[in-house]
C-alpha cells in the first residue's frame, strides 16, 4: 500500500472559482491532541508514532465514532521541527520493534505514513482512502474537507505530528558541514535562520508604514494570555509564564528585528480531526462546525525572498479567494486565527483579509487597541504558535472549539463564534479553512 | 567572514565557474527575456527548459534591505555575529535579487538604497564567491 500525496487539482488556488462546491457540506466533529514536550525522550511511549496514535483515538472519541466506522486518513508524512536523526547514530530498535514496523525504520520516529498507523491501529479496518497532505496541518485539513466533499471517504481522520530531538533548531548537520552544495549556497551560504526572510519584511513594512517593533507587544501578549488558557498548549502544560511587554522588548535577537519570541519554541505534539459529511455530522456527539471553504496559495517570490510588495498583493489574493469560495465578507468573520509562527507576518494575513476593516499598514496600530477575546475584535484567541508552540495547528483546534462553544476559559465572549478563518503558514503560500456555526 | 566551501552542482555549475572567473552571470530564458535566481532547470515563466542560458552581469547594483543575524545555524559564521545580510537588486533587473554579508560595512550600519558593486570572495574550499560592497 503506498498512499499519494495530494494532487494538486484539489485545492483551490486561483481566483474566480467561486463558491466553494462543498460549501456546508463537509464538518469538523471531533478534536484530539496528544500531550506536548520540548523533546523526545527516547522512550516508545513517547515517541511521534505513538502520540499520533493518542490524538486519533482522541479524536475518535470527542466525535462519538467508532473506529470501524472511519473509512478515510489524511496525514502530512513530515514531522521534523528542524530536528533530523543524526547521521551514523544508532537507529533506537527498541523503540522501533516495539511496533509493526514498515519499511522505512525511522517511520514514527522521525516521519509518519498512514502505513505505519494502519498497521498499528488495527481497529481502522475499514479506512480505504489514505493520502498525504504534505506540510501541515493547514494544507492536511484541505485534502481532508475536499475528499469528503467529493466522496472520496465519508468519515476522515486527519493528522499532524512533531517530533523534536536532542540539539538546536536547525543546527548540526549541513549547517555544521565545511561545504554546502551549488544550489543550496545561493541563499544558504549567508547562515540566516529560519526568521530571516520575515524579519527582512518586517523591516520593509516598517519603514514603509513608520511602524516600530514594540508595538508588536500588545500582540505577543494577548497571544501568549491565550495560549495559557489552551490546556493542550506547550506553555500552559510546562511553563505557565506570561509574556510582558518588557520581557518582549528585553529578548535577544535572532535576525533582527526578529527577537527571540517573535520565533515559536520547537515541541512534540499531534493533533487530530475528525471529518464527515454534513448529514453524517448530525448524528454525532459533538456539535458540527460546517466548512465554509478551502483556499490556497501557491505564489512564488520573483527572486530569493518575497519582497513586501510581493506579499500584500498575495494576501490579498488568498483573501479574495477566501471570501469568494466561501460566499462571504471581510465583516462576516466573527474572529481570525491566521498563522503566527513567525509572529512578525501575523499582521500581513490579517491585512489581506481586512479584518475588522484593517488596511495594509494598519494591524500594528490595530494591535494597540482592544484585541482580546473579551473583545469586539478578537485576534488569534488560540494563542497561536506564540502562545502554545509550534505546532501550526492550534488556530484550526481553536475555531473548531469557539465555534462549538467549548474553548474554555478562551471563549470569546465579545462577540458570537459564527465564522472564523485559519490557515497558513506563509502570507505568500499556504493554505486556509473558513468555519461555520451554519452550513448556510 | 569564513563562509563554507561551495561545491557546484549541475544547475549552478556555470554561476561558479564564472565567479572563478571574477564574473557575475545569472540565468536568463532567451524565450522570455527575462533573468532569474536563484537558478531552476526550466524558466519560471515559460516552463522551457531549452532556452536558458547564462546571461553577464555589469557587477552593480543597490541595497534593498537587511538584516542582522545574531544566532544564525552556520558553525563556521558564528565567531562573526552580529553580521548583516544584505539584499541587493541588480542594476539590470531589480526584481532579482543576491545575499550579501557588505564586506567593510559594520554590523546594522547598513545603507539601504545605496550602490554596491559586486567582488569575489573565496570560499573555505577556495570557490569564488559573488559578495558585494559598498560604493564610496
Redesign the interface.
Known sequence: MTTPDAPESMFRSEVGLGVWEHRGKVAAVGVGHAPTSRRWDGRAETCVGQISIDALRQAMDDAGVAPGDVDGLVIDTHTTTGAFWPRGNPLPMEVIDSFNRTDEPLDGITQLSAEWILKNMPELKNVTFTMNGIGCMSRAICVAAQAVGDGLTGTCLVLKSWHNLEGR???GGA?????????A?????????AC?GT??QF??YC?KYGKTHDMMAPFMENSRRNGLMFPEGYWAQHRPEELTEEDYLAA???????SLFDNDIPIMVSAAYLYTTAERARDMKQKPVYILNHASSRT?A????P?LDEVEADTARTAHKIYEGAGITAADLSFENMYDGFSLFHQFHLEGLGYRGVGFGEALDFYQTDISIEGPSPVQPSGGNVGCGRSRFWMHTDCIQQIQGRAGDRQITGVKPEVAVSGGPMPMGGDYTVWGASPD | MAKQGVEPDELTREFWRAANEDRLVIQNCKACDRLQHPPLARCSECASADHLEWKPMCGRGTIYNYGVVHDGPIRSLHPDQPFNVAVIKLEEDAGIQMFSHLPGTPSDEVPVGAQVEVIFEASENGQKVPEWRVVT
Open positions: 533548531y536547525y543546527q549547517a555544521a558541514a565545511n561545504t554546502i552544495g551549488g544550489t549556497a545561493i541563499r544558504g551560504l549567508w547562515g540566516t535562520p530571516y524579519a527582512l523591516a520593509e519603514c535577544r535577537w535572532i535576525a533582527k528585528p526578529a512564488r520573483r527572486s530569493l525572498t519582497t
